[in-house]
């Protein structure tokens, strides 16, 4: 049953906004949609002019600069996007500029990287310099700070960043812009498929995780690409700071205002968790890249998951990945399937030489004491517990 009584109330209600971008919106194949650009800028100056506080996070900074190198296609070659980043960086923040000027607005450039999120200094840094600028009302256009980015430490896509950095500026609505209508109940593709109005519960459409990686997989089959899969992934983060979601097409006229119109909100409307999780589990959850794992047995399994225990090494059966104290590792269950992650007190050597053991004896086995967790609970957040933070009335 659609219920789009909910829409207006949210979306009549919000100040600060996220706008996300995608590279379908803003760029052709190989150079900078100047059209586009130019008529989203004029839809958010018009929203900073109606008293909104906006952030946009833009991709398409790698296809922006494809064709100053010559290419008209994206390379394999992570030197040859982090150059077309590069390159393309400078047009797209120059095409943002100009446009948002012509309205009466200025643009301040904000490229991050993963690293910058997860060191708290770095991350205040990054939340102070976005308050300063919308203070003085300008606008922060984000990215990530691709042409330096290694590759296993991304945020993967800006999806996700658009999620962080709505949590980072404590935003109450995310408005991520793609070239479909929102999220189908169906292959796009068929006639019998449409748009899903609402989703109260995100996690009936982001089941699953994928142990090794931590990323949600969606159940097989059941909604359009992966393009859509980061989206929902993004909501889910999203709704858990608290933050509502609203996935529509921006290819259009009009489009960004269509998609935050309270009476008939175009696109799918993602609703916020009603008893969000801290910041800090929230980082813990989505913000961190994972960099080991940690495999426990049935009885420290039953501790974590039913009892509100910490994880002691006597319940970790097997030590896989090379990380350091403070790390973020995944849980797995005795099945190998990940039901928790978290902080680790000790790096991976150690906790290879603890494990197993009890924490009484910590000490004589390594030389120093750093307590008798490998993971604390105040570290821990069990994936089950997201899941159950969306429930309605919880
Ligand atoms: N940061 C990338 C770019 O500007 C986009 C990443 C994404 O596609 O989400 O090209």
Redesign the pocket.
């Known amino acids: 049953m659609s219920q789009l009584k909910h829409k207006p109330a949210i979306l009549a209600s919000v100040r600060r906004v996220v706008v996300k971008l ?2 379908s919106v803003v760029t052709t194949a190989s150079s900078i949609n100047g059209e586009r650009v130019a008529a989203i800028a004029a839809e958010i100056a018009r929203m900073v002019d109606h008293g909104y506080q906006v952030v946009l996070v ?7 600069g494809l064709s100053r190198l010559g290419m008209s296609a994206m390379p394999v070659a992570i030197p040859e ?1 982090q150059a ?2 590069a390159v ?2 400078i047009s ?1 923040m120059s095409h943002y500029e100009r446009c948002f000027s012509d309205c009466g607005h200025h643009v301040g450039q904000v490229l991050l990287s993963v690293g910058d999120l997860h060191d708290r200094s770095r991350y205040l840094n990054a939340r102070h310099t976005m308050e300063h600028l919308l203070a003085h009302g300008i606008i922060p256009v984000v ?2 700070n ?1 042409s330096v980015a290694v590759e296993e430490l991304k ?7 658009s999620a962080l950095v709505a949590g980072l500026v404590s935003a109450e609505l995310l408005v991520i812009l793609t070239d479909v209508d929102g999220v189908y109940d169906g292959p796009p593709t068929l006639a019998s498929s449409s748009v899903v109005d609402l989703i109260e519960n995100i996690d009936q459409y982001v089941l699953e995780f994928d142990g090794s990686a931590g990323a949600r997989k969606l159940p097989s089959g059941e909604l359009g690409t992966g393009g859509m899969a ?1 989206k929902l992934r993004a909501a889910a983060s999203a709704a858990h700071r608290g933050i509502t979601t609203v996935i529509a097409d921006g290819t259009s006229e009009g489009s960004l205002t269509r998609a935050l119109q309270a009476d008939s909100c175009a696109g799918t409307l993602v609703l916020a968790s009603a008893s969000p999780i801290s910041h800090r589990k929230h980082w813990i959850a989505y913000g961190m890249a994972t960099a080991g794992t940690l495999q426990v047995d049935k009885g420290a399994l039953a501790a974590l998951s039913e009892r509100g225990g910490s994880l002691l090494p006597s319940g970790v059966t097997a030590v896989a990945g090379s990380f350091a104290a403070g790390d973020c590792v995944t849980c797995l269950g005795p099945d190998g399937k990940e039901f928790a992650r978290g902080l680790v007190a000790y790096d991976s050597n150690d906790c290879a030489r603890i494990k197993g053991s009890q924490s009484s004896s910590i000490e004589a086995s390594l030389g120093y004491h750093s307590g008798d967790e490998l993971i604390h609970r105040d570290n821990l957040v069990l994936l089950e517990e997201l899941a159950q933070e969306d429930q309605p009335g919880d």
């Open positions: 995608g590279s833009s991709s398409g900074a790698r296809a922006a996007q077309a980043a393309g960086q797209l990215n990530e691709d945020f993967g896509d800006n999806d996700h960043l980061s």
